[in-house]
């Protein structure tokens, strides 16, 4: 969605090795366009299912419902702009843990898991109104 993202790595979401992700976007996405939100939701998955470093050095199978996100991974870039950007920061968090991505479209009935993930609601995602946290920093 276009605020948040799911996922989920593993053989299966059943399995107990399997490992599960799911969280906000940043607010300031809000607008911009579904491919470059897909392929930041890729790299928040990513950064959540190698914590500890597992992927490192892997070859990962990324199915996506998304065909922007799977043409852009596989051909490595975008003529747009925010798209690029987007997939600048993938390649380098790629690069720095070794991880080849091998992207596959998948329906998105076939992409449930993820995509109840991404509906998830997270009561302990909250911030301050931003007027607020300022004035309070400005007392400090």
Known sequence: SEYS??????????????????????????GLSAGYLELRA???????????????????LLHT????????????GSMAP???????????????????L???WIPRELNAVADELSKRDDPCDWQLNPAVFSWLEQLW
């Open 5 to 30: 993202y799911g996922g989920w790595g593993g053989w299966s979401p059943d399995l107990p090795m399997s490992r599960l992700a799911a969280g906000r976007g940043e607010t300031a996405t809000a």
């Open 42 to 60: 890729v790299l928040n998955v990513l950064r959540s299912l190698n914590f500890d470093g597992t992927l490192a050095g892997q070859r990962v």
């Open 102 to 104: 091998a992207p596959v």
């Open 65 to 76: 419902d998304s065909t922007v996100a799977a043409a852009v991974v596989r051909k490595g």
């Open 82 to 100: 925010p798209i690029q950007a987007a997939m600048f920061d993938l390649f380098w968090y790629c690069v720095e843990h070794r991880i080849i």
